[in-house]
């Protein structure tokens, strides 16, 4: 009976650990969407505030551009070393930036170089997640009984939808319990680090 139970745990586990990598990557990824009138006015100030957030949206699609190579990258990696160790690398790449950009100095303490820090760390991230939803695919595939490999692989799809919903949830609490004040000075940064804990 012990035999089965641990049996069926090591089969439940990549489940597990693919639909919350993918959960985390969302999560994280489109955290820096929700908070962007914020960013804008903190590393891309101007005189035209629709010209600031043009700016912070161009660096969110600057990271779709990495995703091609993320998933060329990952996919020869999971080939050779395994979906697991994929996932797990993909999630590290997205959460050394989280912290980073939590930790990043604005455009009032070191000017432009702020945005250019910025604009490199989604970089990392958009090449994260090119690899990431491809590789928990097909980790949730590989793993999946037979009969149930539909369901198991549109956990990803499911799992990153509630990626979404859970950063436009944290941004809102956020904008709800701070001030505006406080949500520009140190309450932006609090997401991120919470992404980046989730992830280590």
């Known amino acids: 009976m012990a035999k089965g139970s641990s049996a069926a745990a090591a089969k439940r586990r990549p489940v597990i650990f693919g639909a919350i990598g993918t959960t985390l990557e969302w999560f ?38 990495m995703r091609p190579l993320g998933a060329l990258f990952f996919g020869s990696y999971g080939d050779r070393r395994g979906r697991k160790a994929a996932l797990s690398l993909s999630v590290a790449m997205m959460s050394g930036p989280m912290i980073l950009i939590g930790l990043l100095p604005t455009h009032a303490e070191i000017g432009a170089a702020a945005a250019v820090l910025l604009v490199l760390l989604r970089l990392v991230q958009g090449f994260s997640v090119g690899g990431e939803f491809g590789g ?19 956990l990803a799809l499911s799992t990153a939808g509630i990626g979404f919903l859970l950063s436009s949830l944290t941004a809102t609490v956020l904008h709800a319990l701070l001030s505006t004040g406080q949500m520009e000075s140190w309450g932006w940064r ?11």
């Open 28 to 65: 994280d990824f489109t955290l820096y969407l929700y908070l962007s009138p914020i960013i804008a006015s903190l590393f891309f100030p101007s005189g035209d505030q629709l010209a600031s957030l043009m700016a912070t949206f161009g660096v969110f699609a600057a990271g779709y551009l």
């Open 136 to 154: 928990s695919i097909v980790l949730l595939e590989e793993s999946a009984p037979p009969g149930r490999r539909g369901l198991f692989t549109n």
């Open 190 to 200: 609090l997401p991120f680090f919470m992404g980046a804990a989730i992830g280590v």
